[in-house]
């Protein structure tokens, strides 16, 4: 379950479907054999694996989810699942991964050059991108703001002494007078912490970065390329006492001598790399396909969705997401064995494991803006479970409810089952609409529903671990979504 709800989005309106009557069901002995192989210390088995800390949290990109997401492929393969991706399972999609490559990066002025982390340090965090910054120095002298605020500062760098003052309010007002940045130099008389020390955390943060959604190039305006050609954010730099003395030689630079505003006849750059092939990342949905057995229905394709990411580690905790979203993770898998016992439905079926969710739904977009299915299919609806192994044993949660204007045939099927695998009475998830992945498929004209067993006290928690799921309850929604896909088998589904 992605954290926060998206703000300012545009519901589609999308037609509400007359709910089918009676149902019956695809293939009685088929399903009463495929429910009987989803079992609960199978579920519980794979899960621990899922939620291990191994795996750190599975964020969207790391290693954690790369090893998920062979672990996903191998049951498929296994189970003699079909490759529901253009290449095999994975559908790979891109991630933007911003963070510096110290190395790379430098100080450079009259034939010095200092690199990163070893002779100065950059202050902050949201400072990832390629970047040059040049111009002019201009010495001055102990920070004091009355002497700065009468300099002309356009595009040039203010050099500094630094005796641990708090820069906060002289950087912002000199920011408005155009200056290209600043270097800070420790005075001799400097006793707060030294740099190493005072900046280690951030050049931390700076090399691991964030992480963006690839957007796709519209096409650029003049305002547009004006605004990529000014650099955003003056840096500020502070320079090692190690590398003091080379810095002051070349500038000709004497502390408690030169006059503050002096212009020094030395060109200064600042420039940033990034890690890697310009930050960009290949990341995957797991898709498996489960091919259909009637000549025309089998183009039909019946979606399964989970996202199988979760926030990896966080101030050195790691999250192990086992319900946010193990519960579904491994709710599909038995999904996966429990097909393999049916063998083949009339309509086909796709089982999605999509990453990037907790970043923002990122997995489902990716795939809804680029879908991929096997020649001549179309999918014909999508069912996400994200969170379903928590709370009372008969709580689950669906949206849409009857209330809402997306509501179809999905929710009436998921009613009529429901209380056979111990749920009495759906509640409403109507409030949870926009933050799972069912709602990029419904985005993208494809009828969607959810199930959802509400969030908990560990939500988002490094303490959402397996040993607090209720494996009982998770083999109850497999079996439900099961009795669902075997209901979704008549000529016509939506009406
Ligand atoms: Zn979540």
């Given at each position: 379950m992605h954290v926060r709800s998206l703000a300012s989005l545009f519901v589609l309106a999308t037609l509400s479907l007359v709910p089918a009557a009676a149902r019956t069901s695809g293939n009685k002995a088929a399903l009463e054999s495929a429910l009987s192989t989803v079992k609960a210390d199978e579920i519980q088995t794979d899960l621990y694996f899922i939620a291990s800390d191994d795996l750190k949290g599975r964020d969207t990109p790391s290693e954690g989810l790369n090893v998920a997401a062979s672990y996903l492929r191998a049951?498929?393969?296994?189970?003699?699942?079909?490759?529901?991706?253009?290449?095999?399972?994975?559908?790979?999609?891109?991630?933007?991964?911003?963070?510096?490559?110290?190395?790379?990066?430098?100080?450079?002025?009259?034939?010095?050059?200092?690199?990163?982390?070893?002779?100065?340090?950059?202050?902050?965090?949201?400072?990832?991108?390629?970047?040059?910054?040049?111009?002019?120095?201009?010495?001055?002298?102990?920070?004091?703001?009355?002497?700065?605020?009468?300099?002309?500062?356009?595009?040039?760098?203010?050099?500094?002494?630094?005796?641990?003052?708090?820069?906060?309010?002289?950087?912002?007002?000199?920011?408005?007078?155009?200056?290209?940045?600043?270097?800070?130099?420790?005075?001799?008389?400097?006793?707060?912490?030294?740099?190493?020390?005072?900046?280690?955390?951030?050049?931390?943060?700076?090399?691991?970065?964030?992480?963006?959604?690839?957007?796709?190039?519209?096409?650029?305006?003049?305002?547009?390329?004006?605004?990529?050609?000014?650099?955003?954010?003056?840096?500020?730099?502070?320079?090692?006492?190690?590398?003091?003395?080379?810095?002051f030689g070349a500038l000709g630079v004497q502390e408690g001598q030169t006059p503050v505003g002096k212009e020094l006849a030395v060109e200064l750059k600042e420039s940033r790399a990034l890690a890697g092939n310009g930050g960009l990342v290949d990341v995957q949905n797991v898709c498996g396909f489960w091919p259909g057995s009637d000549p025309v229905l089998k183009n039909e394709v019946l979606i399964v969705s989970a996202h199988y990411d979760h926030v990896g580690v966080m101030r050195g905790q790691i999250y192990n997401g086992a319900d946010d979203n193990g519960s579904g993770t491994c709710c599909l898998l038995s999904l996966a064995e429990a097909l393999k016992q049916y063998g083949p439905l009339r309509r086909s079926v796709m089982l999605m494991w999509v990453c990037g969710e907790e970043k923002g739904l990122w997995g489902s977009e990716a795939w809804n803006k680029h879908p991929y299915l096997p020649e001549g299919c179309k999918a014909v609806a999508d069912i996400n479970i994200d969170m379903v192994g928590r709370n009372a044993p008969d709580k689950l949660l669906i949206t849409p409810t009857h209330e809402h204007k997306s509501y179809s045939f999905l929710t009436k099927v998921a009613e009529t089952y429901a209380p056979l695998e111990g749920f009495p009475k759906l509640g409403s998830a109507d409030e949870y609409w926009h933050r799972s992945d069912h709602y990029n498929f419904v985005q993208a004209g494809i009828p969607a529903c959810f199930l959802f067993s509400d969030v908990h006290e560990d939500y988002h928690k490094p303490t959402d671990d397996p040993d607090k799921i209720d494996y009982d309850k998770i083999h109850r929604v497999a079996r439900l979504v099961l009795r669902m896909l075997d209901g979704l088998q008549d000529d016509k589904i939506d009406g």
């Open positions: 049951r498929l393969k296994r189970l003699g699942w079909q490759p529901g991706a253009k290449d095999g399972y994975d559908y790979v999609w891109q991630v933007e991964k911003k963070g510096l490559e110290p190395a790379n990066c430098h100080v450079e002025f009259a034939g010095h050059t200092l690199t990163l982390g070893k002779d100065y340090f950059l202050s902050g965090f949201g400072i990832a991108s390629a970047r040059e910054t040049s111009g002019k120095a201009i010495w001055g002298g102990d920070g004091d703001k009355d002497a700065l605020g009468k300099l002309e500062l356009d595009g040039k760098w203010l050099v500094l002494s630094d005796h641990g003052r708090d820069l906060g309010a002289l950087r912002r007002e000199l920011l408005r007078k155009g200056l290209a940045g600043i270097v800070c130099v420790p005075a001799a008389d400097y006793a707060d912490k030294p740099y190493t020390e005072r900046f280690s955390a951030d050049l931390e943060r700076q090399i691991e970065g964030s992480v963006a959604q690839v957007r796709e190039a519209s096409p650029a305006t003049e305002e547009d390329s004006d605004r990529s050609r000014r650099p955003r954010g003056a840096p500020t730099v502070f320079v090692l006492p190690e590398a003091k003395a080379a810095l």
